[in-house]
T-cell receptor, first 115, second 112 residues
Framework: GAVVSQHPSRVICKSGTSVKIECRSLDFQATTMFWYRQFPKKSLMLMATSNEGSKATYEQGVEKDKFLINHASLTLSTLTVTSAHPEDSSFYIC???????????FGAGSRLTVL | GESVGLHLPTLSVQEGDNSIINCAYSNSASDYFIWYKQESGKGPQFIID?????DKRQGQRVTVLLNKTVKHLSLQIAATQPGDSAVYFCAEMSHQGGKLIFGQGTELSVKP
């Protein structure tokens, strides 16, 4: 079956540093990847839609310069949280849409804690 | 506007009973709906989906009902088990928009 891997699963960083989270489709090619953010006891909020080879489309209210998204290949998208602050601490989840079958698969999520 | 996440309501059921989890969606253009199960610290896990040309779909122990008139979706879990304890989210997608928007989740707690 379709598998999406996220790395790292947990990361702790100091305020002001940047953190990169990777989302990989392991056994299929993903033309589109979605990035979500989730706070405790809340729903998943769509941050941006990333298409291979083009700029990401950000949802209203999401800072493009704060959350840099790169989708350089059909199997990898990255989310970089720049100059992270404690309020950026959250659970970040990616999902990948398979090119062929249209299957949408989620990663296991990455928990970011900014001290 | 689109559905947004709110505080999670909770549903507590006895093991063996049937569970019904409800969801209201807001976008009339949505034509594809999915139910996900999310356990603590993990990503969403696909349960069942339904397209707008259907009003009911059954899986193993789960049934999804879609009422487009009132924009309502429900997930029925038969013979609920302790392993079903998790947060359940509905999600909607429109063919035009192409993005998956999550609705309000429900925390299901199964008492043995």
């Amino acid at each position: 079956g379709a598998v999406v891997s996220q790395h790292p699963s947990r990361v702790i960083c100091k305020s002001g540093t940047s953190v990169k989270i990777e989302c990989r489709s392991l056994d299929f090619q993903a033309t589109t990847m979605f990035w979500y953010r989730q706070f405790p006891k809340k729903s998943l909020m769509l941050m941006a839609t990333s298409n291979e080879g083009s700029k990401a489309t950000y949802e209203q209210g999401v800072e493009k310069d704060k959350f840099l998204i790169n989708h350089a290949s059909l199997t990898l998208s990255t989310l970089t949280v720049t100059s992270a602050h404690p309020e950026d601490s959250s659970f970040y989840i990616c999902s990948a849409l398979g090119q062929a079958a249209g299957v949408l698969t989620f990663g296991a999520g990455s928990r970011l804690t900014v001290l | 506007g689109e559905s947004v996440g709110l505080h999670l309501p909770t549903l507590s059921v006895q093991e063996g009973d049937n569970s019904i989890i409800n969801c209201a969606y807001s976008n009339s253009a949505s034509d594809y709906f999915i139910w996900y199960k999310q356990e603590s610290g993990k990503g969403p896990q696909f349960i069942i989906d339904i397209r707008s040309n259907m009003d009911k779909r059954q899986g193993q122990r789960v049934t999804v009902l879609l009422n487009k008139t009132v924009k309502h979706l429900s997930l029925q879990i038969a013979a609920t088990q302790p392993g079903d304890s998790a947060v359940y989210f509905c999600a909607e997608m429109s063919h035009q928009g192409g993005k998956l928007i999550f609705g309000q989740g429900t925390e299901l707690s199964v008492k043995p």
